[in-house]
C-alpha cells in the first residue's frame, strides 16, 4: 500500500505529532504491520491555520475536517501554499453539501444512507473527481449517531456498488464511548473483510494503538497532536 503522508517527516517535530509518530511505529511493529501500511489523519477540527501551519511544515501532509463549511474557509489557502495536502471528511455529509464535498476532499469517511449515495453519484458525474469513500458503521447502534447498523452493512454496500456505482474502499467506525473499543474494530474488520474492502478508517487519540492491531489503515487523531480544544 503506497503511503498517503508521503512526505518525509522531519526531524524537529511538533511535540504533539512527535509522540503520535512514536506511538504509530511502535503500534505498527508490534503487530508487525509495515509503519506504511497506516495513513495518519490528522483532524484539525475547529484549529485554525495558525496551529496547522507547524504540523503541515513538519511533513504531515493528510488532515481530517468534520464539517464541510468550515474546511472550505480555512483550507483552501493552505492547500495553495503546501501542495500536497490530502483533505478527508470525518463527519456527517448533508446532501446539499455533497457538491462542495467532493469538489475540496480527497476521502469521505461517513458515506451512510442513500441520499447522501445519491448526491456523491451526482456530483462524481458532474465533477469527474472521485474522493475515497467510506461506509460509516454505527457499531454499537447508538440512535444519536450516524452510520448503518452491522446487519444492516452488506446490503447498504452492495447497495452503493450495485444502484449508485460508488467506489466503496473501506469502512468507519467509532466506538460508543464507554465501550472497550476493541470489540468494535474486530466488528468493523471483520464486515469490511467479507465485502473485499481493504481500508478500515478507526481509532482516534486514545485508542488508535488497538485499531492498528486489529487491522486500521487510517486512524483520526486529533487532540494528541494539537492538543485539547
Not at 88 to 111: M, R, T, W, Y
Not at 172 to 178: A, D, G, H, L, R
Not at 190 to 203: D, E, F, P, W, Y
Amino acid at each position: 500500500m503506497t503511503p498517503e503522508n508521503s512526505a518525509p517527516l522531519t526531524a524537529h517535530l511538533p511535540t504533539g505529532l512527535a509522540a503520535v509518530e512514536h506511538d504509530i511505529a511502535r503500534a505498527c511493529k508490534e503487530a508487525r504491520r509495515d509503519r506504511a501500511s497506516v495513513t495518519l489523519v490528522a483532524v484539525s477540527k475547529t484549529f485554525n491555520a495558525d496551529a496547522i501551519v507547524p504540523v503541515i511544515e513538519a511533513g504531515q501532509r493528510v488532515f481530517g475536517e468534520n464539517r464541510v463549511q468550515e474546511a472550505k474557509a480555512k483550507w483552501p489557502g493552505l492547500m495553495s501554499a503546501y501542495p500536497g495536502i490530502a483533505l478527508h471528511l470525518i463527519g456527517p455529509l448533508q446532501s446539499n453539501k455533497a457538491k462542495e464535498a467532493v469538489a475540496l476532499f480527497d476521502a469521505i469517511h461517513s458515506v451512510d444512507r442513500p441520499s447522501i449515495c445519491e448526491a456523491l453519484a451526482k456530483e462524481f458525474a458532474s465533477q469527474e473527481r472521485w474522493p475515497q469513500l467510506f461506509v460509516q458503521l454505527n457499531t454499537g447502534e447508538e440512535p444519536q449517531k450516524a452510520g448503518v447498523a452491522p446487519a444492516e452493512a452488506d446490503g447498504f454496500i452492495a447497495s452503493c456498488r450495485q444502484k449508485y456505482r460508488l467506489p466503496i474502499s473501506g469502512l468507519m467506525c467509532i466506538p460508543p464511548v464507554n465501550d472497550a473499543p476493541a470489540p468494535h474494530f474486530a466488528l468493523t474488520a471483520k464486515i469490511a473483510a467479507r465485502n473485499g474492502l481493504t481500508n478500515l478508517s478507526m481509532g482516534m487519540s486514545a485508542d488508535f494503538a488497538i485499531a492498528i492491531a486489529l487491522g486500521a489503515t487510517h486512524v483520526r487523531v486529533g487532540s494528541a497532536i494539537f492538543g485539547k480544544r
